[in-house]
């Protein structure tokens, strides 16, 4: 089930009646920000496990050690 060309260009035409074409760049700059703030948003989750991993390791480290002595 893939979207063609031809429901594409109607979804167009419909926004197009509803919002206007004063309306269409604000949107499209709108729709932008968002799609590039969920993208951030999910590499900033994977950094956070990274970071959340790396802590965890040296704590463990950090730990060994002292059991050590």
């Known amino acids: 089930m893939r979207i063609g060309p031809t429901e594409i260009f109607m979804i167009l035409i ?3 009646i509803i919002f206007g074409p004063k309306n269409l760049p604000k949107l ?3 729709f932008g920000k968002t799609m ?8 900033d989750d994977d950094d ?15 730990t060994d050690k002292s059991d050590e002595e």
Request: proline letters at 0%.
């Open 14 to 16: 419909v926004v197009l």
């Open 36 to 43: 590039k703030g969920f993208q951030e948003g999910i590499n």
């Open 28 to 30: 499209g700059k709108m």
């Open 48 to 62: 956070d496990d990274d970071t959340t991993k790396k802590a965890k390791t040296e704590k463990v480290e950090k």
